[in-house]
């Protein structure tokens, strides 16, 4: 490992079959971004597309474009080309809302369909909005149910037959585990509970097969892997077994049968669209399209045999080059999502002394650097490059300032 050179991975470049994808991105000449993870680069159609539906659709079709522009079915329009590569049928997801509001609207149907049982059970040190959301939903019932989380190893031993509801991520946002969903969803189902995915650092980063899986609710984002834009709508599914059933709290008009109509009483939609509430954000939810009509047009196996080799070259250069960093990821590639995290106690000025130099990537206290791998348009001489400039911050202490020190607000 040590012999290879950035020549290799040029070549390596040459023999990628997704090296064109790189085209469809907005990115800055020399910067090295690995942070598609938090935020998704801004596709160049987006931009089009944008003038186009401030111009056109809004600006001189107004109301109109309801119809004529179909706004009216974006959510499941767009929903169905998510179901495409996250192994659902078209009808079983839409986008809407944030994945935080999602994540309490699916939550709250699933525990009612399931009276009786007390428990709800995620992971410790889960994504913070899905611990909290769930700890707003317990008190919202007046505690009849009991939020337990269960260190990840101890979770399949800890659903019971007094669960109600598993949530979990499925790739874990600070350390980059992957959930074995087929064996979670398969445990929690015999003990009569029912599972919920959260799928923020999965959709478009690995390979997602809900109904193989027999997943009975999943959530989403729509700002990372997906290159939505900063606040896009997030997307939420329903297997189709449960739409009559599943009974989502936020019965706003977009969620009724027949909105237009009118009618005092709240009627649900009979599919998916129950899931949704208010209007649309249409001007979000378009750019959303683009990116996820990008990803909907590539083979998730090829993504991930390309996020693995990425990840796998950046953590053994980082062994040999910068051994002063804990790999904080599984190495074996089987456990990990497309991320790959490494620990230092001086975690946060070393990011800030990477950003300054063009390698974005971002941080997680306590000590968290980490670097996301997003195959559409990270190359492999991105990789060597990014590693070759910690290398020198590192052997010149250039992190070492008071101005990388300083926090801002977001990190
Ligand atoms: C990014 C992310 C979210 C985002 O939630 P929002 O409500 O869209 O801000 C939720 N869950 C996980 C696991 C995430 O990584």
């Given at each position: 490992?040590?012999?290879?050179?950035?020549?290799?991975?040029?070549?390596?470049?040459?023999?990628?079959?997704?090296?064109?994808?790189?085209?469809?991105?907005?990115?800055?000449?020399?910067?090295?971004?690995?942070?598609?993870?938090?935020?998704g680069?801004?596709p160049?159609?987006t931009?089009?597309r944008?003038?186009?539906?401030?111009?056109?659709?809004?600006?001189?079709?107004?109301?109109?474009?309801?119809?004529?522009?179909?706004?009216?079915?974006i959510p499941?329009?767009v929903g169905?080309k998510i179901?495409?590569?996250?192994?659902?049928?078209?009808?079983?997801?839409?986008i809407?809302?944030?994945?935080?509001?999602?994540?309490?609207?699916?939550?709250?149907?699933?525990?009612?369909?399931?009276?009786?049982?007390?428990?709800?059970?995620?992971?410790?040190?889960?994504?913070?909005?899905?611990?909290?959301?769930?700890?707003?939903?317990?008190?919202?019932?007046?505690?009849?149910?009991?939020?337990?989380?269960?260190?990840?190893?101890?979770?399949?031993?800890?659903?019971?037959?007094?669960?109600?509801?598993?949530?979990?991520?499925?790739?874990?946002?600070?350390?980059?585990?992957?959930?074995?969903?087929?064996?979670?969803?398969?445990?929690?189902?015999?003990?009569?509970?029912?599972?919920?995915?959260?799928?923020?650092?999965?959709?478009?980063?690995?390979?997602?097969?809900?109904?193989?899986?027999?997943?009975?609710?999943?959530?989403?984002c729509g700002y990372?892997?997906l290159n939505g834009g900063?606040g896009a709508p997030a997307f939420?599914?329903?297997?189709?077994?449960?739409?009559?059933?599943?009974?989502?709290?936020?019965?706003?008009?977009?969620?009724?049968?027949?909105?237009?109509?009118?009618?005092?009483?709240?009627?649900?939609?009979?599919?998916?669209?129950?899931?949704?509430?208010?209007?649309s954000s249409v001007m979000a939810s378009s750019a959303l399209e683009v990116g996820v009509d990008?990803m909907?047009?590539?083979?998730?196996?090829?993504?991930?045999?390309?996020?693995?080799?990425?990840?796998?070259?950046?953590?053994?250069?980082?062994?040999?080059?910068?051994?002063?960093?804990?790999?904080?990821?599984?190495?074996?590639?089987?456990?990990?999502?497309?991320?790959?995290?490494?620990?230092?106690?001086?975690?946060?000025?070393?990011?800030?002394?990477?950003?300054?130099?063009?390698?974005?990537?971002?941080?997680?206290?306590?000590?968290?650097?980490?670097?996301?791998?997003?195959?559409?348009?990270?190359?492999?001489?991105?990789?060597?490059?990014?590693?070759?400039?910690?290398?020198?911050?590192?052997?010149?202490?250039?992190?070492?300032?008071?101005?990388?020190?300083?926090?801002?607000?977001?990190?």
């Open positions: 490992m040590s012999e290879l050179t950035r020549l290799d991975f040029e070549v390596m470049d040459k023999n990628d079959p997704l090296a064109e994808f790189r085209e469809l991105f907005e990115l800055a000449e020399g910067q090295i971004y690995l942070d598609g993870n938090s935020l680069v801004l160049k159609a931009k089009k944008m003038q186009e539906v401030v111009e056109r659709e809004w600006g001189q079709e107004l109301i109109r474009s309801w119809n004529s522009s179909d706004w009216i079915n499941r329009r169905d179901a495409s590569f996250i192994g659902a049928k078209a009808g079983e997801v839409v809407c809302d944030s994945t935080s509001v999602n994540l309490f609207k699916l939550a709250a149907a699933a525990v009612k369909m399931n009276p009786g049982k007390r428990k709800i059970i995620s992971e410790p040190g889960n994504f913070p909005t899905d611990l909290y959301i769930l700890q707003g939903l317990v008190e919202f019932l007046g505690d009849q149910l009991e939020l337990v989380t269960v260190p990840r190893d101890e979770i399949e031993a800890a659903i019971d037959e007094d669960t109600a509801l598993v949530v979990l991520t499925h790739v874990h946002y600070k350390t980059g585990k992957l959930f074995d969903m087929d064996a979670i969803t398969a445990r929690a189902q015999a003990q009569g509970a029912l599972m919920l995915w959260d799928l923020s650092h999965s959709a478009g980063a690995v390979p997602v097969d809900l109904n193989a899986a027999g997943a009975d609710f999943a959530v989403g990372k892997y900063p939420l599914f329903v297997a189709e077994r449960h739409h009559a059933q599943a009974r989502q709290p936020l019965s706003g008009w977009f969620g009724h049968a027949n909105p237009f109509e009118f009618s005092d009483h709240y009627a649900p939609a009979p599919g998916i669209e129950r899931n949704l509430c208010g209007t990008i909907a047009s590539v083979s998730q196996q090829r993504l991930r045999e390309k996020s693995i080799k990425l990840c796998d070259l950046f953590i053994e250069l980082i062994e040999t080059r910068c051994p002063e960093f804990t790999i904080l990821s599984p190495r074996d590639s089987s456990e990990r999502g497309s991320q790959v995290s490494m620990g230092h106690e001086q975690g946060y000025a070393i990011m800030q002394a990477l950003i300054q130099r063009q390698v974005i990537g971002d941080f997680r206290a306590p000590n968290v650097l980490r670097f996301g791998f997003t195959p559409l348009y990270v190359r492999y001489v991105d990789i060597w490059d990014s590693v070759s400039v910690l290398v020198d911050i590192m052997k010149n202490d250039s992190w070492n300032c008071e101005e990388f020190k300083t926090k801002t607000a977001v990190t």
